[in-house]
Structures are given as structure tokens and as C-alpha cells.
């Protein structure tokens, strides 16, 4: 599955998709707990504590909003799924 960071999330990422492999059924939390393990700095921008995502970081699973889903975070998601990991932004 591709997880898509955008704006100052991509150089922390490693990139703008980081690819994640399902070996087993994985939730959206998994995921993204899966890549931040690795990278820390990027962890420390989307974690507000272990589990919990900062309200200003936006997660979209196969293009909808995480928090409008059901299940929130703790969608299972499929091999051909897509995250997509948005950081607050502003401009003018």
C-alpha cells in the first residue's frame, strides 16, 4: 500500500510515498506507526502521544477523511489502499 506525505511532511517521510507492506490485516494506525517507528523526527509532527494524532494533522483513507469514517484510524486497510497524510497549511 502508498502512503503519500504532503507539504513539510515529505522530506521528514523520506519522500512524498512511502510504500508499506501488508504482511497481515493492518489498520491505518499500524501504518502509520509502522513508518514513523523508523523516522523519528516525522513522528514527532504527526503523534501528539503514543496513538493519538495531532487534530491539526488531516489522514485521508482511500480519499476520505479518517475522522468522518467509522472506525477513524482503526480502518483495516487492503493491499491496494492509499493513505494520504496532510500537515496543517497556510498561505496568502
Excluded: C
Excluded at 21 to 40: F, G
Amino acid at each position: 500500500m502508498h502512503v503519500n506525505f504532503y507539504a513539510d511532511l515529505r522530506p521528514l517521510a523520506g519522500g512524498k510515498t512511502v510504500q508499506v507492506n501488508l504482511a497481515a490485516p493492518m489498520t491505518a494506525r499500524q501504518a502509520l506507526e509502522a513508518i514513523t517507528n523508523s523516522r523519528p523526527a516525522l513522528a514527532e509532527k504527526i503523534w501528539q502521544m503514543p496513538g493519538t494524532v495531532y487534530d491539526h494533522i488531516h489522514v485521508f483513507i482511500d480519499g476520505r477523511q479518517s475522522v468522518f469514517l467509522p472506525l477513524g484510524l482503526e480502518t483495516p486497510l487492503q493491499t491496494d489502499s492509499t493513505l494520504d497524510v496532510f500537515p496543517p497549511v497556510g498561505g496568502g
